[in-house]
Every structure is written in C-alpha cells, then in structure tokens.
C-alpha cells in the first residue's frame, strides 16, 4: 500500500511542529551573581515551556540587547523592548532631541530590593544602608512571592522568563505597585 504524498507532507509538518526549535528568551534571578550582582540575567532556551539551557549575560549586554543596539537571539527583531513595555526609567522619551539610547537602565538598580529588606551588602562608613521592599531579611515574605508569582517565579532562585521580565520592571516602576509589594497597602 503506498501513501499519498500529501499525507506524507502533513506527517513530515506535523513531526517538525513536535520537534519545534527552543525559543530565546532573556531571563532574571533575584540570587546573587558571582560577579557581586545582586540579581543575575540570562539568555535562556524554552522549549515545551521548560528552560533546557540557560547563559549569564551581564547587566550592560542585556540593555544593550533589549533596546535592540546588538543582535540578541532573544530580540531578533532589534525591537527597543523597553520602550514595548513602557519600562519608563529605561528609555528616554518620545519628543527627547537626543533619541539615542540609554546606556542604563536604573530600575535594574531596584531588584534587589524584591528580595532584601536592607541592602545586603556593607557600604563605606557614615553611608545610611539602604531600604529594601522586602517583608523579610533575606527573601521576600510569603504574600510578595504570590504577587512575584504573577510573573512566573514561583521559588526565590528561580527565573522570570520573557515578557514578564519586561512587565516587572514596568511595575516596579509605579508607585502603586511598590507600595502594594512593600506594605500591601
């Protein structure tokens, strides 16, 4: 019995669709880097909804890519992902002269204070230490990390993946938001 070629090409489409190619996607961790980060980035690999490969990448190379200034296998497209997702503290406005590119993104300055509830590392002597957002001393208290849930991180060390980096770092940018995580207020 011989099949007809046009079910053959749909069995070959429907066995390559299975065997679909990792999507790439940025990636954050609120543990401590070993470069003294207080946060890590990562390029990672998502295939079937699960990271099979993870690369640390650092602070100025994942802006760099997010704002599409250099290939990302995450940011194909060169989109400026800051601005997609209004992570205000991240791009320069619309009407700005100079419409270049930021080389900093100082809401990244705030993660640690998701997981810490004083800076966690010593600063110079007669500097107050400062504040973090967290319930707790070293992670955040049970009721943060549902609110952190919403963005995919469901353990303190684990990843928020993709846009609900971006969604993040957009949030954490409203004050509303910050009192909510800080206080529940």
């Not at 990792?22 to 990636?27: K, L, N």
């Not at 209004?86 to 700005?96: E, G, H, M």
């Not at 993709?162 to 004050?175: I, N, R, T, V, Y």
Request: hydrophobic share 40%.
């Amino acid at each position: 019995m011989r099949l007809p070629a046009s079910l053959i090409a749909l069995c070959l489409w429907l066995c390559a669709l299975a065997q679909a190619a990792p999507e790439r996607q940025f990636a954050l961790s609120l543990s401590p880097s070993t470069d003294g980060q207080l946060f890590c980035l990562f390029l990672v690999k998502v295939k079937d909804g699960q990271v099979v490969e993870s690369r640390p990448i650092t602070r100025d190379t994942f802006i760099r890519q997010a704002q599409g200034r250099t290939f990302s296998p995450a940011n194909p497209d060169a989109e400026d992902l800051f601005r997609k997702y209004d992570v205000k503290a991240c791009t320069l406005p619309p009407d700005s002269a100079a419409m270049g590119f930021l080389t900093d993104c100082s809401t990244l300055d705030d993660l640690w204070r998701l997981r810490y509830w004083e800076y966690p590392l010593k600063v110079a002597a007669g500097q107050n230490t400062p504040k973090g957002w967290s319930e707790k001393p070293l992670a955040p208290s049970p009721r943060q990390m549902q609110i952190l849930s919403c963005y995919g991180l469901r353990f303190t060390n684990g990843l928020i993946i993709g846009a609900e980096l971006f969604h993040l770092l957009h949030d954490m940018g409203e004050k509303n938001w910050v009192n909510e995580y800080r206080s529940g207020a």
